[in-house]
Protein backbone atom coordinates (compact mmCIF):
# COMPACT_ATOMS: atom_id res chain seq x y z
CA UNK A 1 0.00 0.00 0.00
CA UNK A 2 0.94 3.24 -0.52
CA UNK A 3 2.98 5.17 2.32
CA UNK A 4 2.43 9.31 3.54
CA UNK A 5 3.12 10.98 0.93
CA UNK A 6 4.20 14.58 1.25
CA UNK A 7 4.67 17.40 -1.72
CA UNK A 8 6.87 19.27 -2.43
CA UNK A 9 9.95 17.30 -1.83
CA UNK A 10 12.27 20.63 -1.76
CA UNK A 11 11.03 24.00 -1.91
CA UNK A 12 12.97 27.51 -2.13
CA UNK A 13 11.54 30.58 -0.62
CA UNK A 14 12.75 34.33 0.34
CA UNK A 15 11.93 35.44 3.77
CA UNK A 16 8.54 36.92 4.52
CA UNK A 17 7.04 35.12 1.96
CA UNK A 18 4.37 32.13 2.79
CA UNK A 19 4.54 28.31 2.45
CA UNK A 20 1.90 25.86 2.33
CA UNK A 21 2.94 21.99 2.50
CA UNK A 22 0.96 19.07 2.32
CA UNK A 23 0.13 15.71 3.60
CA UNK A 24 -1.43 13.00 2.22
CA UNK A 25 -1.69 9.83 4.67
CA UNK A 26 -1.97 5.83 4.78
CA UNK A 27 -5.59 5.41 3.70
CA UNK A 28 -7.37 4.65 6.59
CA UNK A 29 -5.11 6.58 8.55
CA UNK A 30 -7.10 9.40 10.67
CA UNK A 31 -4.49 11.08 12.96
CA UNK A 32 -2.05 12.85 10.81
CA UNK A 33 0.87 14.83 12.98
CA UNK A 34 3.64 17.37 11.68
CA UNK A 35 7.25 17.83 13.13
CA UNK A 36 9.99 20.47 12.20
CA UNK A 37 13.58 18.80 12.03
CA UNK A 38 16.43 20.87 12.68
CA UNK A 39 20.27 19.98 13.46
CA UNK A 40 20.35 21.89 16.61
CA UNK A 41 16.28 21.40 18.19
CA UNK A 42 15.76 17.87 16.98
CA UNK A 43 12.04 16.79 16.14
CA UNK A 44 9.65 19.32 17.93
CA UNK A 45 6.21 18.74 17.46
CA UNK A 46 3.56 20.76 15.65
CA UNK A 47 0.55 19.84 15.46
CA UNK A 48 -1.86 16.59 15.66
CA UNK A 49 -4.97 16.21 13.86
CA UNK A 50 -7.71 13.10 13.95
CA UNK A 51 -10.68 13.59 11.61
CA UNK A 52 -10.56 17.30 10.62
CA UNK A 53 -9.80 18.36 14.83
CA UNK A 54 -6.77 19.67 15.76
CA UNK A 55 -6.03 17.68 19.28
CA UNK A 56 -2.61 18.91 20.00
CA UNK A 57 -0.44 21.76 19.13
CA UNK A 58 2.93 22.79 19.77
CA UNK A 59 5.25 25.57 21.02
CA UNK A 60 5.18 27.41 17.68
CA UNK A 61 3.99 31.06 16.85
CA UNK A 62 1.08 31.73 15.45
CA UNK A 63 2.99 31.88 11.79
CA UNK A 64 2.63 28.45 11.80
CA UNK A 65 -1.16 26.95 11.13
CA UNK A 66 -2.33 23.45 9.74
CA UNK A 67 -5.44 21.96 9.00
CA UNK A 68 -6.84 18.43 7.73
CA UNK A 69 -9.95 17.69 5.35
CA UNK A 70 -12.13 15.51 5.53
CA UNK A 71 -10.48 12.87 3.51
CA UNK A 72 -7.70 12.95 5.97
CA UNK A 73 -5.53 14.75 3.91
CA UNK A 74 -3.09 17.71 6.07
CA UNK A 75 -1.66 20.64 5.19
CA UNK A 76 0.61 23.27 6.97
CA UNK A 77 1.20 26.70 6.19
CA UNK A 78 4.11 28.91 7.43
CA UNK A 79 3.66 32.87 7.56
CA UNK A 80 6.23 35.42 6.93
CA UNK A 81 8.98 33.13 6.54
CA UNK A 82 12.04 33.55 8.10
CA UNK A 83 15.74 32.12 8.33
CA UNK A 84 14.94 29.97 11.35
CA UNK A 85 11.83 28.09 9.77
CA UNK A 86 14.47 26.50 7.49
CA UNK A 87 14.01 22.51 8.52
CA UNK A 88 12.90 19.25 7.22
CA UNK A 89 9.15 19.27 7.97
CA UNK A 90 7.83 16.04 8.76
CA UNK A 91 4.34 14.11 8.88
CA UNK A 92 3.37 11.44 10.16
CA UNK A 93 0.53 9.25 10.42
CA UNK A 94 -1.10 6.48 12.14
CA UNK A 95 -4.72 4.48 11.99
CA UNK A 96 -6.34 5.97 15.21
CA UNK A 97 -5.69 6.09 18.78
CA UNK A 98 -2.37 6.84 21.36
CA UNK A 99 -1.02 3.37 21.01
CA UNK A 100 -0.40 3.27 17.42
CA UNK A 101 3.32 4.06 15.91
CA UNK A 102 3.61 6.59 13.18
CA UNK A 103 4.30 5.92 9.59
CA UNK A 104 6.03 8.93 8.57
CA UNK A 105 6.56 10.65 5.08
CA UNK A 106 10.20 11.65 3.65
CA UNK A 107 9.66 14.91 4.20
CA UNK A 108 9.74 18.38 2.94
CA UNK A 109 13.24 20.22 3.05
CA UNK A 110 12.29 23.73 3.05
CA UNK A 111 15.03 26.70 2.73
CA UNK A 112 14.38 30.33 3.58
CA UNK A 113 17.16 32.34 1.70
CA UNK B 1 5.10 17.10 31.57
CA UNK B 2 6.89 13.84 30.06
CA UNK B 3 10.57 14.22 28.49
CA UNK B 4 12.98 11.73 27.01
CA UNK B 5 16.78 11.30 27.05
CA UNK B 6 19.10 9.93 24.75
CA UNK B 7 22.86 10.39 26.37
CA UNK B 8 24.98 9.21 23.74
CA UNK B 9 24.81 11.14 20.71
CA UNK B 10 27.09 9.14 18.29
CA UNK B 11 28.22 5.61 18.93
CA UNK B 12 30.42 3.52 16.90
CA UNK B 13 30.60 0.12 16.98
CA UNK B 14 32.11 -2.79 15.15
CA UNK B 15 30.94 -4.79 12.33
CA UNK B 16 29.24 -7.93 13.79
CA UNK B 17 29.54 -6.39 17.13
CA UNK B 18 26.59 -6.31 19.59
CA UNK B 19 24.96 -2.78 20.42
CA UNK B 20 23.12 -0.79 23.14
CA UNK B 21 21.39 2.60 22.63
CA UNK B 22 20.17 4.07 26.19
CA UNK B 23 16.96 5.97 26.75
CA UNK B 24 15.61 7.44 29.66
CA UNK B 25 11.93 8.91 29.91
CA UNK B 26 10.23 10.89 32.46
CA UNK B 27 6.15 10.92 33.12
CA UNK B 28 4.18 11.13 35.95
CA UNK B 29 1.42 8.92 33.90
CA UNK B 30 1.97 5.68 32.19
CA UNK B 31 3.57 5.78 28.78
CA UNK B 32 3.95 4.07 25.74
CA UNK B 33 7.50 4.12 24.28
CA UNK B 34 8.77 3.59 20.61
CA UNK B 35 11.78 3.24 19.00
CA UNK B 36 12.31 4.67 15.58
CA UNK B 37 15.46 4.66 12.82
CA UNK B 38 15.79 7.95 10.18
CA UNK B 39 18.49 6.87 7.29
CA UNK B 40 19.52 9.58 5.23
CA UNK B 41 17.27 11.95 3.75
CA UNK B 42 14.65 10.26 4.94
CA UNK B 43 11.58 9.86 7.49
CA UNK B 44 11.55 7.93 10.35
CA UNK B 45 10.63 4.25 10.79
CA UNK B 46 9.27 2.42 13.45
CA UNK B 47 11.47 0.05 15.01
CA UNK B 48 9.17 -1.47 17.92
CA UNK B 49 7.02 0.05 20.62
CA UNK B 50 6.31 -0.88 24.16
CA UNK B 51 2.38 -0.62 25.01
CA UNK B 52 1.86 -3.02 27.24
CA UNK B 53 2.48 -6.83 29.19
CA UNK B 54 5.74 -8.03 28.62
CA UNK B 55 9.02 -5.94 29.35
CA UNK B 56 10.86 -7.68 26.41
CA UNK B 57 9.66 -5.75 22.69
CA UNK B 58 10.98 -7.48 19.56
CA UNK B 59 11.05 -5.29 16.35
CA UNK B 60 12.02 -5.11 12.77
CA UNK B 61 15.64 -5.91 11.86
CA UNK B 62 16.81 -8.15 14.81
CA UNK B 63 15.96 -5.30 17.07
CA UNK B 64 15.17 -5.10 20.90
CA UNK B 65 14.11 -3.27 23.67
CA UNK B 66 13.32 -3.69 27.17
CA UNK B 67 10.91 -1.60 29.67
CA UNK B 68 12.41 -0.98 32.81
CA UNK B 69 9.69 0.96 34.93
CA UNK B 70 11.87 1.10 38.03
CA UNK B 71 15.28 2.11 36.04
CA UNK B 72 12.55 4.34 33.48
CA UNK B 73 14.25 2.95 30.52
CA UNK B 74 13.71 2.00 27.02
CA UNK B 75 17.05 0.64 25.95
CA UNK B 76 17.78 -0.80 22.68
CA UNK B 77 19.55 -3.30 21.77
CA UNK B 78 21.02 -5.50 18.60
CA UNK B 79 23.31 -9.02 19.36
CA UNK B 80 24.84 -7.85 16.01
CA UNK B 81 25.29 -4.88 13.82
CA UNK B 82 25.65 -4.74 10.19
CA UNK B 83 26.80 -1.75 8.19
CA UNK B 84 23.28 -1.11 6.96
CA UNK B 85 22.54 -0.37 10.46
CA UNK B 86 24.53 2.83 10.50
CA UNK B 87 21.63 5.82 11.02
CA UNK B 88 20.54 7.53 13.22
CA UNK B 89 17.95 6.77 16.28
CA UNK B 90 15.45 7.82 17.92
CA UNK B 91 13.38 7.18 21.31
CA UNK B 92 9.85 8.61 21.83
CA UNK B 93 7.84 8.66 24.55
CA UNK B 94 3.90 9.60 24.64
CA UNK B 95 2.40 9.86 28.08
CA UNK B 96 -1.07 7.37 28.13
CA UNK B 97 -4.48 8.99 28.55
CA UNK B 98 -5.55 12.56 27.21
CA UNK B 99 -3.91 12.24 23.85
CA UNK B 100 -0.57 13.77 24.45
CA UNK B 101 1.72 14.37 22.04
CA UNK B 102 4.25 12.04 21.01
CA UNK B 103 7.97 13.60 22.25
CA UNK B 104 11.06 12.48 21.00
CA UNK B 105 14.63 12.33 22.16
CA UNK B 106 17.86 13.99 20.64
CA UNK B 107 18.59 11.00 18.63
CA UNK B 108 22.18 8.36 18.66
CA UNK B 109 23.88 7.89 15.39
CA UNK B 110 25.32 4.35 15.54
CA UNK B 111 28.37 4.04 13.40
CA UNK B 112 28.85 0.68 12.28
CA UNK B 113 32.39 0.41 11.55
CA UNK B 114 33.91 -2.21 8.81
Known amino acids: KAGVTQTPRYLIKTRGQQVTLSCSPI?????VSWYQQTPGQGLQFLFE???????NKGNFPGRFSGRQFSNSRSEMNVSTLELGDSALYLC????????????FGSGTRLTVV | AQSVTQLDSQVPVFEEAPVELRCNYS??????LFWYVQYPNQGLQLLLK??????LVKGINGFEAEFNKSQTSFHLRKPSVHISDTAEYFC????????????FGTGTKLQVIP
Open chain 2, 27 to 32: SSVSVY
Open chain 2, 50 to 55: YLSGST
Open chain 2, 92 to 103: AVRSSGGYQKVT
Open chain 1, 92 to 103: ASCRTGERCGYT
Open chain 1, 49 to 55: YFSETQR
Open chain 1, 27 to 31: SGHRS
